[in-house]
């Protein structure tokens, strides 16, 4: 069973970046497909980015040009890279795993950080 932990998160003004680091743990973590997922205030998760073993990438449609998803199998460490953030951005970003394919689906992941809080000024 693998353990991930999120780390990164902080206040940024609208337009700056953020790269969000999540560390997973277990000898076979880099054989896991990662994905990220962020929840705001009243609203339900989101998807936002997953990454295969392999590398291959599938993102949200919203996410596509600012965020960049990423991993290092050597760190064991999957990253988000966020651009031109903007206030809507604000959530709490969670890192999770499964075995298979890339998929948008939370309940398809069943290993989860506790998350790390992203908050947008405008």
């Known amino acids: 069973q693998v353990q991930l932990v999120e780390s990164g998160g902080g206040l940024v003004q609208a337009g700056g970046s953020l790269r969000l680091s999540c560390a997973a743990s277990?000898?076979?973590?880099?054989?896991?497909?990662m994905g990220w997922f962020r929840q705001a205030p009243w609203k339900e998760r989101e998807f936002v980015a997953a990454?295969?073993?392999?590398?291959?990438?599938y993102y949200a449609d919203s996410m596509k040009g600012r965020f960049t998803i990423s991993r290092d199998n050597a760190k064991n460490t999957v990253y988000l890279q966020m651009n031109s953030l903007k206030p809507e951005d604000t959530a709490v970003y969670y890192c999770?795993?499964?075995?298979?394919?890339?998929?948008?689906?939370?309940?398809?992941?069943?290993?989860w950080g506790r998350g790390t809080q992203v908050t947008v000024s405008s």
């Open positions: 999770a795993a499964r075995l298979g394919s890339t998929t948008d689906q939370a309940m398809q992941y069943n290993t």
């Open positions: 277990g000898r076979t973590a880099s054989r896991y497909t």
């Open positions: 990454i295969r073993w392999s590398g291959s990438t």
